[in-house]
Every structure is written in structure tokens, then in C-alpha cells.
């Protein structure tokens, strides 16, 4: 089955809202890392996470790998924050660099 | 910064012939390339981790045989796609490790394949 359940699969914002994405785990996981997929295919970095938070911007992550979930802040949502978000997960005990990802949510942001 | 160049950024082929995509780490070392597909309406996809000076460990579905993949030195990786067909279509991404970077996968932009 799936290891990484990632929630919503779509969501829209107007301008100036926050939202939050999560992603749930079904095995133990090293770290997580989150990306945003472009209009043309490009997988940006937003965040890698071992444990803890980390914050960029209007952006802020979490990653409880007790609790086997991590989270997507966005705060005060722009009109180029519109893209589609994947987390990706490292299974412990699994090789560097094999991730498994979420399926995606598809951020729209409305004027 | 951590870059990853990866080219071409979109091609076509006819069905049965065979296309290589190159990807290029600039600026740290990429001792493991990992390579996905993202196929139409779907998540991604691992094909293959390449660990320099390391065999190639393919994943289930995916063969040395139809992906054929070179990893020579700490900056650079290839991989054919043997035999296109249809079900070859997609997006696919070269993701390279950065060990100095507490193992963050830093992806290319990404070759779309499209297959006639």
C-alpha cells in the first residue's frame, strides 16, 4: 500500500489566507522534504526535515516522526505559491535518496 | 548554491527508438543520483539509485536492460530510455544528494518525454 498519504489532494486559497497541508506516514521514516512542482515540471526544495521545525518565509514545516506525520504552513497565501506541493519521505533503514512521495496537492490561489 | 542541470528539458521520440538524458550537479558533490518518473496523472516514480564506485540498484518494474544508466564520476549521471513506448511518457527527474547538505535530494528541472 501506500506509505505516504498526503492531504488535500486540491486546494484553493484566496490571497492573503493560510492553509495547511499534511502528509501521514505508514512506516518509520528518517526524514521528510517537501517540494513545489512548477507550471513547467520543476521540483523546487522548500524544506528537508529530520525532526523538528523549520520556518522560510511564509512557509513553516513540521515532522513528528513519533507521530509518523509532517505538516505545510503557508501563511498570508500569494498568487505564486500557486503550484502543486509534494512531500517525499525517507523510510528508515532505507537507502539515501530513495523517497516516496506523496501524491500530491494541487494549490491554486485566487485573487 | 546546490544546482542540478538537467538536459534535454523536453524531447520527442518515435515509438521504439531510444532518447539519453544527462544530469549535471554543479557546485557539491553528488555521490548518489536517484532517478523518478512522474507518468501522467501520477506520482513519482523511483527507477534507479546510482551510488558512485556502486552497482545501480533498480527498482521492481524497472531494468538495467530498458534504463541503462552511467554514473562516472561525483557530477555527472545519464540514462537512456531504450525502446520508448507510450507507457514511457512522463517527466522524468534526476535527484542528486548532497552529503554536505544532511543528505537533502536536490532534483533537475526534469527531461518530458514524449513518445510517437
Known amino acids: 500500500g501506500d506509505q505516504v498519504e498526503q492531504s488535500p489532494s486540491a486546494l484553493s486559497l484566496h490571497e492573503g489566507t493560510s492553509s495547511a497541508l499534511r502528509c501521514n506516514f505508514t512506516t518509520t521514516t528518517r526524514s521528510v522534504q517537501w517540494f513545489r512542482q512548477n507550471s513547467r515540471g520543476s521540483l523546487i526544495n522548500l524544506f528537508y526535515?529530520?525532526?523538528g521545525t523549520k520556518e522560510n518565509g511564509r512557509l513553516k514545516s513540521a515532522f513528528d516522526s513519533k507521530e509518523l506525520y509532517s505538516t505545510l504552513h503557508i501563511r498570508d497565501a500569494q498568487l505564486e505559491d500557486s503550484g502543486t506541493y509534494f512531500c517525499?519521505?525517507?523510510?528508515?533503514?532505507?537507502?539515501?535518496?530513495?523517497?516516496?512521495f506523496g501524491a500530491g496537492t494541487q494549490l491554486i490561489v485566487i485573487p | 548554491g546546490a544546482l542540478v542541470y538537467q538536459y534535454p528539458r523536453r524531447t520527442i521520440c518515435k515509438s521504439g527508438t531510444s532518447m539519453r538524458m544527462e544530469c549535471q550537479a554543479v557546485g557539491f558533490q553528488a555521490t548518489s543520483v536517484a532517478w523518478y518518473r512522474q507518468s501522467p496523472q501520477k506520482t513519482f516514480e523511483l527507477i534507479a539509485l546510482s551510488t558512485v564506485n556502486s552497482a545501480i540498484k533498480y527498482e521492481q518494474n524497472f531494468t538495467q536492460e530498458k534504463f541503462p544508466i552511467s554514473h562516472p564520476n561525483l557530477s555527472f549521471s545519464s540514462m537512456t530510455v531504450l525502446n520508448a513506448y507510450l507507457e514511457d511518457r512522463g517527466l522524468y527527474l534526476c535527484g542528486a544528494r548532497d552529503l554536505a547538505g544532511k543528505n537533502t535530494l536536490y532534483f533537475g528541472a526534469g527531461t518530458r518525454l514524449s513518445v510517437l
Open positions: 526535515l529530520a525532526s
Open positions: 517525499a519521505a525517507e523510510a528508515r533503514g532505507s537507502a539515501l535518496g530513495r523517497l516516496h
